[in-house]
Nanobody, 113 residues
């Protein structure tokens, strides 16, 4: 199983980024997919999740600014991040879970104030 996250980078406050996570080795359409982040010195936290039925949930910090989506034909989950803030700086990880869970490697998002 591989979850390949990409799309991170260095941006200014107010900018947008779209993260992607391409999955292989799983029946993607049956998995709940999520984005987590971990800032330096902090615990990893859930940012957004999308179920196999396309239901979504967001952390309060992400509501109204971030949108999670999935393309089952491409085995890919996305996180559109708008109006980025300095406090969004973190390593972002994707996760897939059904009866088992899998983590991808992280992608760094750095927002300069």
């Amino acid at each position: 199983v591989q979850l390949q996250a990409s799309g991170g980078g260095l941006v200014q406050a107010g900018d947008s980024l779209r993260l992607s996570c391409a999955a292989s080795g799983i029946i993607f359409s049956t998995y709940t997919m999520g984005w987590y982040r971990q800032a330096p010195g902090k615990q990893r936290e859930l940012v957004a999740v999308i179920s196999s039925g396309f239901s979504t949930n967001y952390a309060d910090s992400a509501k109204g600014r971030f949108t999670i989506s999935r393309d089952n034909a491409k085995n890919t989950v996305y996180l559109q991040m708008n109006s980025l803030k300095f406090e969004d700086t973190a390593v972002y990880y994707c996760k897939a879970w059904d009866r088992r869970s899998y983590w991808g490697q992280g992608t760094q998002v750095t927002v300069s104030s």
